[in-house]
């Protein structure tokens, strides 16, 4: 056969198919195979098909691509035996992304190489831009931010009361009179690397996080060296910016300012709580002495101090904080961490074992004093505007950036009322209270007032104790002293509002199902009453026995009117009522008047607690009858009405007005409590000339006395009480007043209620002549406390010789119009027109008696004699009185 015609040989390795795959491969992915085949190939330049090494030299040739190199059986020299893939076409690439030479999802992963080298650039920015951002730091002057400035504090004329804060209370001291104890102990607690390391400290940072994550005790990520930068160079902001500023300086400061100078500067201007900026003013402010004084544990202590002063003072900080800050937290916050710090001075060598073993008892700072400049009354003024700023402002300032100075606070106390309520207290000390010639009686007297503008709610004026740097508690706040009978014009207010509870209903009853009460309703005044629930059941005590309700003299008055009642000032009337209204009613009319429920509100759940067994103070108490003067309009009392910072105002007072009563309610309240000034317990604190309405108030042992009264215009509390004068001690005692100040016993008519006289009569010195409204009748009469409803009294037949005229029908007591026997002895509803044998001729205007008495005294001049309902007294016209009466003392006279 012809070689021409010859069959041609088939594909070794794959055969056709293999051969017709790679054929229709397209032309830029051809394998080094079939390129050989078609270029390098002898036979191929003859037109004879390639020759193929089967399916597996196919698949290893297209996965070479072309970056290998294989000699097929036609290389050799003269031949182009190098196949080339796609990526090995052209100039290599600096940056191979995407990479050449790889297909699908690989040819988007980056190398190694190019990831590190990637790393490696940025890290290289970051470094050249925080190096030249190192090299621009220029820290800034130290004295500029970090001394403190004056806060000015103003009258409410705007005249200046007083220059104080932190730039007083500082002194810098250089290094060598810092105690060696005190940078021990800083380095221990705060940076234990601060010695050598540059202001930064990463791994105090990371031991930092571990150790709370941990829950343990933390010395901060901060160094001594950031802490001093940021306490001296920087605002307090808590901004990112800031941050890096902080950074920056601090490597800066590391780098340029020597340890001594870091450690000197820290120290002195760090605060370290009342007051004190630097360490000198600290040892002065927590141990009156000098720094250089000092010894290891008080410098333990000092240093502890530099974690926050508010949570680690011993005297507690209530008014930041009044759960965590309290004087037991912070005393075992203190004593842990002073042991503590104790602890780590000896880890680190800076302390030894024998002298630690030494300090076993944690060394309590004295208690906290005032400036000299802020004694007088001045330093309970400036206490309660600070207080109140703090507690109030809306931009959060701390108690340690006031004390940085710079502020302008504006206050509410008027200059000469605050000088008048001083200089009337301080009359009645000195005529009665003598410590000398009563030891046993007249020791630990203390007085407290407030007076406040009744229709803004300001505070104009406060009397705290005879001098702040002497007397530290401010009296004028709670001192934990009982009200007493002050506070049944809430128990009033709230048998109006929310009205007496069926017997036959529920505890929790709606007003649909309560009887509004007026103040003429009868309730039994008699002494040791038996109390009882509304549904009837007597009330027992803790001991399983009845309660018996006492009055104040054990006097008994019979069935009387509620208005009488607090004339009187009967116990047992107001403490039946409360429980027919509801104690948590009383509690509700009394936080609606301005009381606040916090620790000083007593157990509402008992009956006592309608007479006064809470504890306001002052300033509420005055605050809580303003509310009654203006008709149920309650106003929060404060005494803060503008600050200012860097001349920019910060905050600015708004008052808010709430309406806790309806008008009719606190105006019949207030037509009582006149009442009780005009012909009752009060009649001391008589303003000739002007509408005045109050309550005296006496507690259980004599331990108390108050009067609360108030005009159109302002609205003052008087407290009175002895008190054991350690204020180091908690539950101080209050002590009994049985013959203080020469009197056989201290009533709320006695000294409060002259004291309130002598203040108001030169407070309302050039005031306009306002009356209280007329109030308009009332609720029903209801009785109570086992209290008859007697039958109306028929009218006598007249004689022939009589006159003809019809006679005037007798006054039912379900009357709710204004009765003429409300100020007469008690109940008598023909208004006792021939009590002793006297004729009593009067106009009872709402409840306000002007009448003139032939032969015996009647209860209008608060001359009565005998009487089974009012005690047995003998009385003149101008309020004194012999015997047990309640309420008819003059000056210094009894009386509830």
């Not at 090299?135 to 970090?146: D, F, S």
């Not at 009785?783 to 109306?792: E, I």
Request: hydrophobic share 30%.
């Amino acid at each position: 056969m012809s070689e021409h015609r010859r069959k041609a040989p088939q594909p070794q390795g794959g055969g056709r198919a293999a051969a017709r795959r790679a054929a229709q491969q397209p032309s830029g992915r051809r394998t080094d195979a079939s390129r050989r085949a078609t270029q390098g190939s002898p036979s191929g330049a003859h037109g004879e098909e390639p020759s193929y090494g089967g399916r597996a030299e196919a698949r290893r040739a297209a996965q070479r691509g072309g970056g290998g190199r294989r000699r097929g059986a036609g290389d050799g020299p003269g031949h182009e035996g190098r196949g080339r893939g796609r990526g090995d076409a052209g100039k290599k690439r600096f940056i191979d992304y995407p990479r050449a030479g790889k297909y699908g999802f690989r040819r988007w992963v980056p190398s190694w190489k190019l990831v590190s080298g990637l790393c490696l650039g940025f890290l290289g920015l970051m470094m050249g831009a925080a190096g030249i951002a190192y090299a621009l730091v220029v820290p800034p002057e130290v004295n500029k931010l970090a001394t403190a400035q004056n806060n000015v504090y103003y009258w409410a004329d705007n005249t200046q009361m007083v220059a104080t804060g932190g730039s007083v209370n500082r002194q810098s001291i250089e290094y060598a009179q810092i105690p060696e104890a005190m940078r021990n102990a800083v380095i221990s607690a705060e940076n234990k690397s601060f010695e050598h390391d540059r202001g930064i400290d990463p791994m105090g940072i990371a031991r930092a996080f571990y150790n709370m994550a941990r829950g343990g005790e933390t010395q901060g990520g901060s160094t001594i060296t950031q802490q001093y930068v940021k306490n001296s160079m920087l605002s307090q902001d808590q901004t990112l910016s800031r941050k890096f500023k902080e950074l920056f300086i601090t490597l800066k400061v590391g780098e340029t300012v020597g340890k001594k100078k870091v450690m000197e500067g820290y120290l002195n201007v760090s605060y370290y709580g009342r007051g004190a900026s630097g360490l000198q003013a600290a040892a002065r402010a927590y141990y009156n002495k000098d720094a250089t004084e000092l010894n290891e544990s008080e410098c333990a202590f000092l240093a502890t101090l530099l974690k926050g002063a508010s949570y680690y003072d011993p005297a507690g900080a209530p008014d930041i904080d009044p759960v965590k800050a309290s004087a037991k937290e912070n005393t075992r916050r203190a004593k842990e961490r002073w042991a503590w710090i104790l602890d780590e001075e000896v880890k680190d060598g800076r302390l030894s074992a024998a002298k630690r073993a030494t300090f076993t008892e944690f060394p309590m700072p004295q208690k906290p004093k005032k400036d000299a400049k802020l004694g007088g009354q001045t330093g309970y003024l400036v206490d309660l505007a600070t207080k109140y700023f703090l507690a109030h402002n809306e931009k959060g300032v701390t108690e340690k950036e006031l004390s940085r100075g710079g502020y302008e606070i504006h206050t509410t106390f008027d200059k000469n009322k605050v000088t008048q309520l001083e200089k009337s207290i301080k009359k009645v000390y000195d005529a009665k209270i003598d410590p000398e010639k009563r030891p046993d009686k007249d020791t630990h007297v203390q007085f407290g007032g407030a007076s406040v503008d009744t229709k803004t709610g300001a505070i104009l004026a406060t009397y705290g104790g005879q001098d702040a740097t002497k007397h530290y508690t401010n009296n004028a706040d709670a001192t934990g002293a009982q009200v007493g009978s002050t506070f049944k014009p809430f128990v009033l207010a709230a048998a109006m509002q929310y009205g007496k509870r069926d017997p036959e209903g529920g505890p929790d009853q709606s007003e649909s199902e309560r009887t509004p009460v007026s103040p003429k309703s009868i309730y039994n005044g008699d002494n040791e009453l038996k109390i009882n629930q509304y549904n009837g059941d007597v009330w027992m005590n803790d001991d399983g026995k009845e309660w018996l309700q006492t009055n104040d003299g054990d006097h008994s008055y019979g069935d009387i009117t509620l208005r009488y009642a607090m004339q009187e000032s009967a116990n047992s009337p107001y403490v039946q009522l409360g429980m027919d209204v509801g104690t948590d009613k009383v509690k509700q009319a009394a936080m609606d008047a301005g009381l606040r429920d916090d620790d000083y509100m007593a157990n509402a759940n008992v009956p006592s607690f309608s007479i006064g067994t809470s504890s306001p103070s002052a300033i509420r108490m005055a605050g809580a009858y303003s509310t009654f003067a203006t008709s149920g309009k309650q106003r929060e009392p404060f005494s803060v009405t503008e600050v200012k910072h860097k001349g920019d105002v910060i905050y600015r007072h708004k008052t808010e007005t709430k309406h806790a009563f309806p008008s009719v309610v606190a105006d019949n309240v207030t037509d009582v409590l006149k009442n009780v000034v005009e012909h009752g317990t009060g009649t001391p604190a008589q303003l000739p000339g002007r509408d005045a309405a109050g309550k005296t108030g006496t507690t259980d042992g004599n331990k108390s006395a108050w009067f609360v009264g108030y005009t159109p215009q302002i609205s003052t509390a008087v407290s009175m009480f002895r008190m054991d004068d350690d204020e180091t001690q908690k539950n101080r005692k209050f002590l009994e007043m049985y013959g203080t100040g020469g009197e056989k016993s201290i009533h709320g008519a006695s000294f409060p209620a002259q004291i309130w006289h002598d203040y108001m009569s030169d407070a309302m010195k050039g005031m306009k002549v306002v009356n209280f409204p007329k109030p308009e009748p009332y609720g029903d009469t209801v009785f109570g406390g086992g209290a008859v409803s007697p039958s109306p009294t028929p009218s006598p037949t007249p004689s022939p010789s009589e006159s003809s005229e019809e006679p005037t029908p007798s006054v039912t007591p379900s009357s709710p119009s204004p009765s003429p026997s409300d100020t007469c002895a008690p109940l008598d509803w023909e208004c006792k027109n021939n009590q002793n044998g006297g004729n009593t001729s009067g106009n009872d205007n709402g409840g306000t008696t002007d009448g003139t008495t032939d032969g015996g005294g009647g209860t209008d001049t608060g001359a009565t004699n005998g009487g089974a309902d009012t005690g047995t007294t003998e009385g003149t016209t101008d309020g004194t009185t012999e015997g047990e009466e309640n309420g008819r003392g003059g000056i210094f006279g009894g009386g509830g």
